[in-house]
């Protein structure tokens, strides 16, 4: 009976992976041709994500140590935080290498890096391209990566040796590309600018009709189509006079773009490639319409904040926490987390508001906030306050300028 049971797994259909697009196509006959260049040479594509891949990698990705009081310090002794914060390899900074590894997320569904390692301690991360990466399920269900180098050796390693990030959906072997399950949109979004650019080339002006008294032989066919190419095509030759003689007629057939849909049409495919990584189109350039996220912009910026970047950051955040920290750094309270303040440095206002609302809760001292604004530290900054006002009349008197005893008559 076993036998058998193992025979009817042998052929019975195996379940879909989220990962194969060509396996949830349904038949549908859809481009092939769309790559990562592209899809970058849309200016919406690049739009989302640039800002994407830029604003993640700006933020400082820090070490912290959890206190037994409850409090949080920065573990800069920590080997990983100058790997994390400062710079992952020899090659590229930070910002670099996160900038590459959320282009990879953004568009492979996948960002790898090869852990190098002195012993058990990781002292770097260099990052894979998903393209050389090959993932595979082996017996006792443990991961095995395979990829080629830049040599052209192939590599082949486990989870200890691969730092693995997944992106939106998918299984432990990965996420899903937007590449692949997307690009029927891209590649319609690259028809209408290539169908914009010809008529534009054409100076907005393709479409007209000469009519002659009598038929043209085939010399002269040729030569007046020369004469027209050369002398009224293009968009520096937009209303230059035609001469016409021997009884011939000009009819201009006007056809206006928007008639056409070629605005309406490259407007939507802004609009679409938006929608597919989460971005308000306002924060790519694209005004025309409002948005469901808030009225105002500062309203999307934190829509944007919660609703696109934070699930963004908190996958990066928990992939490092479990495949970079061993045990020993769990039970010693080391986390690594965004810094999600680093978004305020450009709003001196907002950032003033936050320092300010903090300050007067008792939240933070004084010296804690110039330490973020890297001032040194002041003579006693380091004692929480916190305002008193709303108090009952009867209890004014009570309190002295300075919070300590009653002001003397």
């Not at 492979?108 to 770097?124: F, P």
């Not at 002659?212 to 002398?231: G, H, M, P």
């Amino acid at each position: 009976m076993n036998l058998f049971r193992k025979m009817a797994g042998w052929f019975a259909p195996r379940p879909l992976s989220l990962t194969d697009a060509d396996a949830w196509r349904g038949g549908v006959d859809l481009p092939d041709m769309v790559t990562d260049t592209s899809v970058l040479s849309l200016s919406a594509a690049w739009a989302c994500l640039n800002l994407l891949a830029g604003t993640i990698a700006s933020l400082p990705l820090v070490v912290y140590r959890d206190r037994k009081d409850g409090g949080r310090d920065v573990a800069s002794d920590h080997p990983l935080y100058a790997i994390l914060h400062d710079s992952p390899n020899d090659e590229q900074t930070a910002l670099d290498f996160w900038e590459q590894a959320c282009l990879a997320l953004e568009l492979r569904g996948n960002a790898y890096a090869e852990k190098l390692r002195i012993g058990d301690r990781v002292v770097g991360l260099y990052p894979i391209h998903p393209d050389a990466m090959s993932v595979r399920r082996q017996p006792g269900r443990r991961l095995e990566y395979s990829w080629r180098d830049e040599d052209g050796v192939v590599r082949v390693g486990s989870s200890r040796d691969v730092l693995h990030i997944r992106g939106f959906g998918g299984d432990a072997r990965g996420g899903i590309s937007t590449l692949s399950h997307a690009r029927k949109a891209f590649a319609l979004a690259s028809s209408v600018n290539a169908a914009a650019h010809k008529t534009f080339q054409n100076g907005l002006r393709p479409s007209g009709v000469i009519t002659f008294e009598k038929f043209l032989t085939a010399e002269q066919r040729v030569e007046i189509e020369k004469l027209l190419l050369d002398k009224f095509t293009g968009a520096m030759n937009a209303g230059r006079p035609m001469i016409l003689e021997g009884g011939t007629k000009w009819e201009q057939l006007t056809i206006d773009p928007e008639d056409a849909q070629m605005l309406e049409s490259r407007s939507f495919s802004v609009e679409e490639i938006a929608r597919i990584f989460g971005v308000p189109p306002s924060m790519i350039g694209h005004t025309e319409k409002s948005t469901s996220w808030g009225t105002g912009i500062e309203q999307q910026a934190l829509g944007f904040q919660k609703f696109t970047l934070r699930r963004r950051l908190k996958r990066i955040e928990q992939a490092l926490a479990r495949q970079l920290l061993s045990p020993a750094d769990r039970a010693a309270g080391i986390v690594i987390e965004f810094n999600l303040e680093g978004l305020l440095r450009g709003d001196s206002a907002a950032r003033a508001t936050f320092y300010q609302t903090l300050l007067q809760c008792g939240v933070m001292t004084i010296n804690e906030v110039r330490a973020l604004e890297n001032l040194p530290p002041v003579a006693g900054g380091d004692v929480p306050r916190m305002q008193a006002q709303n108090i009952p009349i009867t209890q004014a008197n009570g309190i002295g300028h300075d919070g300590g005893p009653p002001l003397e008559e």
